[in-house]
């Protein structure tokens, strides 16, 4: 069984200075992708109604992690970048098998990464 991300779709590439932003915020050391991905929104594709701004996991932060904020129908790209405390909600008890943590960032508005998956 595998579990696919049902999310909003809406992508974007970011430029250089997107990177030098989550290194200031995590460290130099931090590992990010390099620019010239492509990052994909990580939210519902219901957000829509919740926020106009699509978000994408930068990589690991103290506390939580860095991430970019876009928002999808702004021309030109503005990209803002912040580190954000991971969302402390799991599936079920964190010491049983098969339990999900939500790998999105606090205090998001819409439901959690493990409710908008489809199982093959």
Same mark, same amino acid.
């Given at each position: 069984m595998s579990?696919?991300?049902?999310?909003c779709g809406v992508r974007a590439e970011f430029a250089w200075g997107v990177?030098?932003?989550a290194h200031r915020l995590a460290? /130099?050391?931090?590992? +990010?992708?390099?620019p010239g991905d492509l990052h994909w929104c990580e939210l519902p594709a219901d957000h829509r109604g919740f926020?106009? /701004?699509?978000?994408? +996991?930068?990589?690991?932060a103290p506390n939580g992690?860095?991430?970019a904020r876009w928002d999808r129908e702004a021309d030109p790209l503005?990209?803002?970048v912040v580190a954000l405390p991971a969302c402390p909600a799991s599936s079920g008890d964190p010491d049983s098998a098969g339990t999900e943590a939500c790998t999105l960032f606090g205090d998001h508005l819409c439901g959690h990464s493990w409710e908008f998956g489809q199982e093959d």
């Amino acid at each position: 069984m595998s579990l696919v991300r049902v999310g909003c779709g809406v992508r974007a590439e970011f430029a250089w200075g997107v990177y030098d932003d989550a290194h200031r915020l995590a460290g /130099q050391d931090a590992d +990010f992708s390099e620019p010239g991905d492509l990052h994909w929104c990580e939210l519902p594709a219901d957000h829509r109604g919740f926020s106009p /701004q699509c978000c994408a +996991f930068l990589g690991a932060a103290p506390n939580g992690g860095v991430w970019a904020r876009w928002d999808r129908e702004a021309d030109p790209l503005v990209v803002e970048v912040v580190a954000l405390p991971a969302c402390p909600a799991s599936s079920g008890d964190p010491d049983s098998a098969g339990t999900e943590a939500c790998t999105l960032f606090g205090d998001h508005l819409c439901g959690h990464s493990w409710e908008f998956g489809q199982e093959d």
